[in-house]
Structures are given as structure tokens and as C-alpha cells.
């Protein structure tokens, strides 16, 4: 089959063929598109997002999500309107649903983009690739990211992520054609899917439009002071860049962020003001590096969704799960105020900046000594920019089980300290300390009985006593993990780690345990 041509994003039809689906996941925008724009130089185009009952159904899958692709299919059906693309929404598994397609009209080809999701989404494209093998259908993935399908040795992927990320970004097909003949049908909410109810209240606009504005605020307007703002919650959520769901749903893609971030960079000069903004564009762009090398390790390794990198590290922590710790932990019930706060928030909204998602998973993994699996689940439902080669990434990255990372533990009253000086952002979530006194926010286990009594928060009545006490939980676990590390087969196998998925920067990093500096957060895998 010829395949058109597509320059600027101006279509130019070489033959009229049969239908072009265009299959949207996470790749909610028209912009930089390039499925969208290959299909429209076919023929005529179907747009279609499917709701999938089993991807929706997925442990880490939460409300929340379908609530920002419900919002961002609304944007996305409007844009494509007007590009007289007609976005088709159906809800079912995606082989019967395409089968039923072809059967009516017949499938050309199909065009999409390169996912890295978890493992139902991975089984999930390959019985579509094996339905397209049996119908006859072409198949195209497009990659998204700078992540390569089947990548043999991490040597040199640097220099191939820097091509793809320079490559040209692709406007939205001009001329395009729509296939004609099919209801576009609804976008149905979660309580029409049946979706357990969520009150998270997302902050955010979804949405492609959205993404972009927001995008250009970071660039041009808020992102000077990025380095210094990003560790508290209280200076993160206006001082990051907030693009992580936009990133992590495709409303932006992220060629787009980055070519926008050089060249805002390449227009700034070198004194005064200009200056510390370079210096807080550069930190950032840093971060979107690493965004991609952490995909890649659940591109090339899929069964880190379930298993320690390291397999020797398989009895460090009991198997089953500590229901009245984990239960503490997850509604925020832990006694450490800023432990409580955090959760809290991240239930109520969404999202929180890295460092915090750090302290909390260290106290998970550390202080209350719980595998990573079901505290991984728990969050990912939690995330509004759930990312799955991130997310396992970090979650064993934080709990010490990667064997190729300096283990860092968090003191939830010295992040509370530093972060929160004045306790703001622990009032604001942990309302039954409001009254207490600013010298006591930060561990109110310490407040004498009056002053509990006058501040209307009792320790053991309103507020918990600590769940495990800090010194004694965090020599513990060193203690554990220095045993654990000391062994051959350990050393062994985080070799063999370093070999497969370590940054070819530097070699295999020094083995050891060190407390977290007060500085902006030194851990450039995520980005706020």
C-alpha cells in the first residue's frame, strides 16, 4: 500500500483507500500527532477512543483518571471536529470492537502511537497485533517518547533520544478527510461505567488547550524560581511546571515541551534576571532527560510491575501486607503530621510534588517497613499523572530494592521542619491540629497534656500517637538492608541491573545509606 505524504502537517492525498483508524490512548491532542497526520495521507480518517472495561478495571487504575480522558475527549472531539474529523467513543474490549468494524466497513490500516503501559495494556496490544495478523489489517505504531521497542544495550541511548526529541514537531493534518456513516456516540461519565465514586477535586484543566497554556505560564511567567520552589508543597504546586498529567495522558507531547523549553532558553541573555531564569529552564530540561530513561526500563523489563529488580532482595520485607500500618498510612492516620498531610492531600486532589511522594513512600518502605507492591497500587490510583514506567521505577527506587541506588530515607519531622516551617500545609490538611501551637506542629507527641487540652487536640483521642518510632525504625532498617546488600547474589544481580537499565554517564554508584540534604530535590527523575 502507497503511503501519503505529510509535510507541516498539510495533507497531501495520494489515493483514496479504505478506512484510517486513528487508535487515541494516552495521546489525547492533535498536535504533534503523527498517527493522526499519517492516516489523513491516506484516506479517510476514524478517529476512535475506546473505554476499555478491562483497563479500567486494572489495580492501578483509578477514577480519576477517566474523569481527566473524560474531560480531555471532550476538547479532543471538538478539535478534531474541527478538523472535520469525527471522534467515534466506544465502550468494550478493543478486539471484538474492531473486529465488529471491520466486519461493517472494512479496516485500511490502523495508526497509533507506541504504548509503555502496565502489563493489561501490554497483553492487550498483543492480541491486537494478533488480530491484525489474522484480519490482514496493517498496523503502525508511531513512537511517543524517546522509549525504543526491543532495545538490545543502553549504549547510545542518549544520542537516540536527542534525535527523536529534535525531530520536527508535527502540526494537525490540513484537508483531512473523515470517514463518514458512524455515530460518533457519548463520552460517558464514571458513574454511567459503573466506576466507584471519587471526590477528588482535580485542579487542573485537562485537556490539550490546557496543557499548552499551562506550558507557556511555566516558561514564561512562573518557572524563574523552579529550583528553589519545587521541594515544598507549599511553593511546588505554582512553581513547578505542573505538566506531569498532561505529560503522562498526552494532552502535550513531549517533544513539544522540550523544543519550547530550548527555545525559550536559547532567547534569554546571560545577566541579572535572565540568568537565574536559564538556571531554573535548565534544571528543568534535566528532568525531562530522565522522563524517558525511566520509561525505558519498563519498556525493556515489564515484569518490574510485580518484581523487585533485584530478586535477592525477595525476603528483605514480609510478603503479606501489614493491613492496620498500610491502612494508617493510607488515609493518613500515622501520627507524623506531614506524613498525614501529604496523603491526605493526594487524596483529595490528585497530586503532590515529588519530594513529598519521595518522603512518603521512604516512610512506607522504611519506617513501617511494607513492601512496595500494594503501596505502588495505592498511589497509582491516587496519581492524576500516573505514568506506569515511572511510577514502579520510583516505588523501587524509594524502597531500596533497585540495588543500584543510594537508599534514602526520609525524616518526616525534618522535611515537616524544612518544607513547612510554619505549618501551613499541615493545618490546611490535618485540621484536628489547627490549634496547635507552632512550636509543636511538627510533632505534637511532644505538646504537654495542658497544651493538648488548650489546643483541642489530644494525642491517642484526636490525633494518633506516632506508629513507629523514627530513630528506632530507620536503624532497622539499615540494619536489614546492610545485610542484604553485603550478600554475593545481591551484588551480583544489581550488576547485572546497571548493566541493563543504569545511565551510561557513570558506572555502578557506591553501595550505602545517606540522610537526605535540605536542598532542592537532588532526584531529577520526575518533574513537577
Known sequence: MKVGAWSGGRVTPIVCEMMQVVWFKRDLRTQDHEPLVRAAACGEVLPIYIVEPSVLGAADSGGRHWEWNRRSLIELRRSLGELGLPLVVRVGE????????HGRHGIGAIWSHEETGNGVTFERDVAVGRWCREAGVRWTEVAQFGVVRRLGSRTG??????RFMASEVVAAPVGARGFEGIDPGAIPTGEELGLPRDDCRIEQTPGECAGLNTLSSFLNV???????????????????????????????SMRTVLQATRSRVAGLGGEGEERQWRRSLRSFESRLHWHCHFIQKLESDPRIENENFVRAFDTLRPAELDRVRFDAWRTGRTGYPMIDAVMRCLQGTGWINFRMRSMVVSFSGYHLWQHWKEPALHLARMFIDFEPGIHYSQMQMQSGTTGINTLRIYSPTKQAIDQDPKGVFIRRWVPELAGVPDGFIHEPVRMPMGVQREAGCVIGRDYPVPIVDHLEAVRA???????FRGLDATREQARAVNEKHGSRKSGLRQVGVRRVR?????SPQLFE
Do not use: H, Q
Open 94 to 101: 478493543v478486539v471484538e470492537l474492531l473486529r465488529r468494524l
Open 157 to 162: 541511548w542518549a544520542g537516540r533520544w536527542e
Open 222 to 252: 512562573r518557572g524563574e524560581d523552579y529550583g528553589r520552589r519545587i521541594s515544598s508543597p507549599l511553593s511546588a504546586a505554582t512553581g513547578g511546571s505542573r505538566m506531569s498529567a498532561y505529560l503522562a495522558w498526552g494532552n502535550v
Open 477 to 483: 532498617a539499615k540494619e536489614r538492608f546492610t545485610v
Open 518 to 522: 535540605k536542598r532542592a530535590d537532588d
